[in-house]
């Protein structure tokens, strides 16, 4: 974690790796921002889900449903209902998070066997052996278009790893569209100011974990849609000058310098396809809302 923050603070624009920001608090953060009136995306996917989920289970096919980054685990209900799978293996990067989404689904559908895996899956190469996956064919799930977290090159790595992991099985994706500035911008900062406590927990976290001192009142949110690039840039603006020690190393912030907390890359239907097919994936399917907000693609490994 520390090599990876003195790299992040290295480079210009300063930036910091998307998946510190779920820590337990970080992540209870996170499942309020998806409540708030301003973010559409997590209500329009559960009700894409819950529309299409017989239609999605079928061309699924029988297996384990393996979700990639669980979080609270609340959009794979329907597919678990529908399908009725071998099994459903939960990924994500917070222990504590994955153990309390992975118990009240198992409450839900207590007929399907769970399986939480606390890991980081953007850099996981393969599950881990267990017998709930023994010849079992994998289906994979990666909704609230988590993969803008990741720029272009990233995501093709992302999605080429998708693929081995699956040894052949499709993947259900979930990716937001390009929207007016304004929708986007106001989604990302919210009224009530989650999304920036979100963002600030990141400082908080760093000066529990490696004993760093920033000052989090010293820097102002900032979620900037940014057209050039179909994306949002979250960042946490310095307020002055002023340096921030980590692990005895001096690191210094000019007056109105961001520090990166993340990307939300947005990818229409065409872009979409042009990606996932440079990761090896073939586009077999796409269910979206009325007002093509967002849209769910049903993926399988290229011949």
């Excluded at 299409?52 to 669980?70: K, Q, R, S, Y």
């Excluded at 052949?168 to 007016?180: Q, V």
């Excluded at 520090?259 to 979206?288: C, I, Q």
């Amino acid at each position: 974690m520390l090599k990876l923050v003195q790299a992040g603070l290295g480079c210009h624009p300063k930036q910091l790796p998307a998946w510190l920001l779920y820590d337990a608090e970080g992540s209870r953060l996170f499942d309020q921002i998806c409540e708030q009136p301003e973010y559409r995306l997590t209500r329009t996917e559960i009700a894409l889900l819950e529309q299409h989920a017989d239609a999605i289970a079928a061309a699924l096919g029988p297996g384990v449903i393996v979700e990639f980054g669980a979080g609270s685990a609340r959009k794979v209900g329907p597919l678990l209902t529908a399908l009725q799978p071998a099994a459903y293996v939960a990924l994500d990067i917070s222990a504590n998070h994955l153990s309390q989404a992975t118990q009240a689904l198992q409450q839900l559908h207590p007929q399907v066997p769970m399986l939480g895996i606390c890991c980081d899956h953007s850099q996981l190469k393969a599950l881990p052996p267990d017998p709930l996956l023994n010849n079992q064919r994998r289906l994979g799930f990666f909704p609230g278009s988590s993969l803008g977290n990741f720029n272009r090159t990233e995501a093709v790595q992302l999605l080429t790893r998708f693929r081995h992991i699956l040894d052949g099985g499709p993947l259900l994706l979930g990716l937001d569209h390009p929207k007016p500035a304004s929708i986007v911008e106001a989604a990302y900062d919210d009224a009530a100011g989650v999304s920036a406590a979100f963002a600030r927990n990141l400082l908080h976290r760093l000066n529990r974990d490696l004993n760093a001192d920033f000052q989090p009142d010293q820097f102002i949110y900032r979620a900037q849609w940014q057209p050039e690039h179909n994306r949002v840039e979250m960042a946490l603006v310095s307020r002055c000058e002023q340096s921030v020690t980590i692990a005895n190393q001096s690191w210094s912030f000019r007056a109105r310098e961001p520090l990166v907390t993340e990307y939300s890359l947005k990818y229409n239907p065409a872009m979409t396809k042009t990606l996932t097919a440079a990761a090896g994936w073939r586009m077999l399917d796409r269910w979206h809302d009325p007002d093509e907000s967002l849209s769910l693609y049903l993926l399988t490994a290229a011949e």
